[in-house]
C-alpha cells in the first residue's frame, strides 16, 4: 500500500460548504494516469489536482481530473493548489495546455491568473434548446467552451437544463451568463459531458466571460457571482491577455489515501 496525502479546500469561498471544492493530491512524481482518473473517480468532486515538484519558470507542474476526464484548464482546483502549496508570496504552475499560471497572496484570500480566453460568436442551437431560454448571444471559445448570453438573472437563477440533451453535445462547458444585481454579473456552468451536472463555481468559465463582459460593460473590473447551489464570489479583472480572478479558500479535510 502507499500512502497519498489528500487535501479537500472549498475554493472560492469563504466559510466552510460554499464555492466549489476540490481535493489536492501533492507528489513526488507522476502516477500512471489511469491511476489518477481513478483517485478523482474515488473521490467523486468536481475536480482533483495532481501536482509534482518542478524547476525553471514554474514551482510545480499541475493537472486536473474530473470523475470521468482530465481538463484543459480548471481554476478552482489550481487556486485550492495554491492555497495547500504556496510559502511565500505567490506561487507558479506550469500546465499542459493552459501554460503558466499563478496564485498571489491577496490579504485573507488569493488572485489567480489564467490566460484570457475571448470567445467568438457561433450559433448553438442543440446547446440553448437544451438550456430552454431565450438567448441574446451565442459565443463559442475552441476549448470546448459555449457560453449563452440571456437578458436578466431571474433567468440564469430559473435555469432547469435537460442534463442528458446537453450531455449529448459532449465535453462542452456551458456558460449561462446575464448582468446581476447585487453583483456586476451572475453565471451557472454545466459540464454533464464531462460528468459535472452543475460546476459550484468555475475558474475557468470567467477566463472566457471575463473578456466578453469587460467589452461590455466598458471597463477591466467587475464582481461576479455563480449561482450554483453552494454559490461563490469573485472579482475579476483583465489585465492584457490574463485574467486575475480573486477568491478565498478554506481547507475542510485533510488526510491519506491508500492505494
Known amino acids: 500500500m502507499t500512502d497519498l496525502r489528500l487535501v479537500q479546500v472549498d475554493a472560492f469561498a469563504d466559510r466552510p460548504f460554499t464555492g466549489n471544492p476540490a481535493a489536492v493530491m501533492p507528489l513526488d512524481q507522476w502516477l500512471p494516469d489511469e491511476v489518477m482518473q481513478r483517485i478523482a473517480m474515488e473521490n467523486n468532486l468536481s475536480e482533483t489536482a495532481f501536482t509534482i515538484p518542478t524547476i525553471g519558470d514554474a514551482d510545480y507542474e499541475l493537472r486536473w481530473f474530473t470523475p470521468t476526464t482530465e481538463v484543459v484548464l480548471c481554476g478552482h482546483a489550481t487556486l485550492a493548489s495554491g492555497h495547500v502549496l504556496i510559502e511565500g508570496d505567490r506561487i507558479r504552475f506550469r500546465t499542459r495546455n493552459a501554460g503558466n499560471l499563478e496564485v498571489a497572496r491577496d490579504g485573507e484570500g488569493y488572485q489567480l491568473t489564467l490566460p484570457a480566453w475571448r470567445p467568438e460568436p457561433k450559433p448553438l442551437p442543440e446547446i440553448v434548446e437544451a438550456l430552454g431560454v431565450r438567448a441574446i448571444e451565442t459565443l463559442w471559445h ?63 468559465a470567467h477566463a472566457v466571460m471575463v473578456p466578453y463582459w469587460t467589452e461590455r460593460l466598458g471597463r477591466d473590473s467587475f464582481t461576479a457571482f455563480q449561482a450554483s447551489r453552494r454559490g461563490g464570489h469573485l472579482t475579476c479583472r483583465l489585465a492584457g491577455d490574463r485574467v486575475i480572478l480573486g477568491g478565498r479558500c478554506v481547507t475542510v479535510m485533510e488526510g491519506i489515501m491508500r492505494i
Not at 433567468?155 to 437544463?161: D, G, Q, R
Not at 454579473?185 to 451536472?197: E, L
Open 142 to 204: 475552441p476549448h470546448r467552451y459555449g457560453l449563452v448570453v440571456v437578458e436578466t438573472e431571474e433567468e440564469v437563477l430559473n435555469l432547469t437544463p435537460d442534463f442528458k440533451a446537453l450531455g449529448r453535445e459532449g465535453d462542452v462547458l456551458t456558460i449561462v451568463t446575464a448582468p446581476g444585481s447585487a453583483t456586476d454579473i451572475v453565471s451557472r456552468v454545466f459540464a454533464p459531458g464531462a460528468g459535472i451536472d452543475e460546476d459550484p463555481v468555475t475558474g475557468s
